[in-house]
């Protein structure tokens, strides 16, 4: 017998893994599914590389009882989220043509196509890309959309972070050519050819899982920066406070988890030190590069940037991000984050010219019997070729307006039923929803169509405590993935199951901290009888000027915790 220790196998690769090593081109059978008019759906292998195409295969929940009927959601890649005016009517005409006459705003400042026949797929995403926007890696594993802070007026430095966040998306793309072929040249995919396809930076098969990237400018933490998985800060110029000096880097953040699965958790991301501006793209792809290499492969609930910092630490991942990038990081810049959220109503910019924030219910840019907000943005856009950006929020800005155009896209507003003053509550307005039901396959219990009515009931609760002027930042979504990065939020709902939500409290103002998990599968007709307690406690035990999630963490966490370490364990 060998003395000889015995060597564990390797863990097996997940059947995605496997899936992008067998065709790193990422065509797939796409091509023949799209030209045969008698498939209704893309095969179980395709529905992941479409993915990386931009768009996911679903079909319409509400109507399963009756049979399966295949619809697709088309995402786009808009780095911090900034639409020229000539796109934006593209985008809203392709709603109208080919989605449910919706644009969705998602929580990372790009727009969803909900609602997509298979024969749409070709011409929607031909026109986005005739538009100069893209859906390549919007969705799969990949480097996604990059968030930047798009507000004008909010700093100096917008417009310099704007132009780093585009260059960087355009350096993380893949080169996959399938996706050109498929969708803009319309040629046919030569089978013969995917063995040699690899990416010079993403290798033969891409990153483990998604990968999130965000610019942030301090002391506005609109992007929730601590919740991706690559973060860049801005760090002004002393001698220029105009001009951007360099970067503090973040990394390992992230939101999804699993029910009942400890080993999932969201996280908030390590500051891992300074560089001067001139190295962002090194540093950009020298972490996506310590990703590609390290992250996990063959479980995809542990696969994220986040778990492979948690593990081997924040000084080990500097290191392995330096040795790709050829350099040493500083340490870290002094920075310091006072709040998130968007900005509503009119403001004017430091060039003299105005910007519009709009709240958007649930991001959904729709037609109502009593707010036109579709029709009304496309007559303005029309008129007055102002540019639309989204905000990280979900909410729209109509950005560079001259003063001569402000009144009349005021009137225009007001004439379908769009208030630019007190749009809505304070407390709604620093909401967000995923959409979950009836079109994401993975929601379990209703985000988006439920959220107005809960909204509807906390209002109440807190016009009764005489607290309708306090902001509480409230997020829900249909499951643990997080979409809208729930546990960032003051009161998050997750779906645990149908009308079945886990209540979190904590969290804070300026989006730097965790909440925690308050309440477990509560009914949404039983939310309410959770919260309004809280919230008189709030009212009453506060001090000057604390919010409601960090009150939770101060006074309500630590009594829980008082009460569960005073009970005696079970003997058996
Ligand atoms: Fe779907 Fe879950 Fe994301 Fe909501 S959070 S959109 S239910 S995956």
Not at 69 to 94: A, C, H, K, S, W
Not at 177 to 184: A, D, G, M, N
Not at 259 to 265: I, L, W
Not at 336 to 344: C, E, L, M, R
Request: charged letters at 25%; glycine letters at 8%; hydrophobic letters at 40%.
């Amino acid at each position: 017998m060998s003395d000889a220790p015995a060597i564990a196998p390797a863990p097996a690769l997940s059947k995605n893994e496997l899936l992008k090593q067998r065709d790193p081109t990422l065509a797939g059978d796409i091509a023949a599914t799209l030209a045969n008019a008698e498939a209704v759906r893309f095969s179980d292998d395709d529905e992941q590389f479409i993915k990386f195409h931009g768009f996911y295969q679903q079909d319409d929940r509400d109507k399963r009882k009756t049979g399966k009927e295949y619809i697709f959601m088309v995402r786009n890649r808009l780095p911090g989220g900034v639409v020229t005016p000539e796109q934006y009517l593209v985008f809203d005409d392709l709603a109208t043509r080919y989605g449910n006459n919706t644009l969705r705003l998602t929580s990372r400042q790009a727009f969803q196509w909900h609602g997509v026949v298979k024969k749409g797929l070709g011409p929607l995403l031909k026109a986005i890309n005739d538009s100069l926007s893209t859906t390549l890696a919007a969705c799969g594993d990949v480097a996604r959309n990059v968030m930047a802070p798009s507000t004008p007026a909010t700093s100096a430095l917008v417009d310099e972070v704007l132009a780093d966040s585009a260059l960087v998306s355009r350096e993380l793309l893949p080169r996959a050519t399938s996706y050109h072929q498929i969708w803009v040249d319309g040629n046919e995919i030569d089978l013969g050819n995917r063995q040699p396809a690899e990416d010079p930076l993403y290798g033969r098969t891409y990153l483990p899982r998604k990968f999130k990237t965000a610019f942030a400018i301090p002391p506005l933490n609109d992007v929730d920066i601590f919740t991706n998985c690559l973060g860049f800060v801005a760090i002004a110029d002393p001698a220029n406070p105009a001009r951007v000096l360099g970067y503090n880097l973040l990394a390992g953040g992230g939101m999804g988890m699993s029910h009942g699965n400890k080993e999932t958790y969201p996280r908030v991301a390590d500051v891992l030190g300074f560089f001067p501006r001139a190295r962002l793209v090194d540093v950009a792809k020298a972490v996506l590069m310590a990703y590609r290499d390290f992250g996990d492969r063959t479980n995809r609930k542990h696969a994220r940037l986040k778990y492979v910092l948690e593990e081997k630490g924040a000084a080990w991942f500097r290191e392995q991000v330096e040795q790709r990038a050829g350099f040493r990081l500083e340490p870290a810049a002094p920075m310091h984050f006072t709040k998130q959220g968007d900005t509503f109503g009119w403001h004017r910019q430091t060039d003299g010219r105005w910007f519009l924030g709009l709240y958007v219910e649930t991001g959904r840019v729709k037609d109502t019997a009593t707010r036109q907000l579709k029709t009304a943005l496309r007559r303005i856009v029309e008129k007055h070729r102002v540019e639309v950006r989204l905000t990280p929020s979900q909410n729209l800005i109509l950005a560079n307006v001259p003063e001569a155009v402000r009144d009349d896209i005021t009137a225009l507003l007001a004439e379908h039923g769009i208030p630019v003053e007190n749009q809505t509550s304070v407390v709604r307005r620093a909401s967000m929803a995923c959409p979950s039901m009836p079109t994401c396959g993975l929601g379990l219990a209703e985000s988006e169509r439920a959220i107005p009515g809960v909204l509807d009931d906390l209002e109440r609760e807190l016009a009764a405590l005489g607290l309708s002027d306090e902001e509480i930042i409230v997020r829900m979504t249909g499951c643990p993935n997080g979409c809208v990065r729930p546990y960032m939020a003051e009161i998050g709902f997750v779906g645990r199951a149908p009308n079945k939500y886990n209540v979190y409290f904590g969290g804070d103002g300026a989006s730097l901290a965790l909440n925690r998990e308050y309440r477990a599968s509560v009914k949404r007709e039983d939310l309410m009888k959770e919260i309004a307690p809280v919230l008189r406690r709030w009212r009453d035990e506060r001090l000057p000027g604390e919010r409601f999630g960090p009150f939770t963490a101060r006074v309500v966490f630590p009594e829980i915790d008082a009460a569960a370490a005073a009970t005696p364990a079970p003997t058996h």
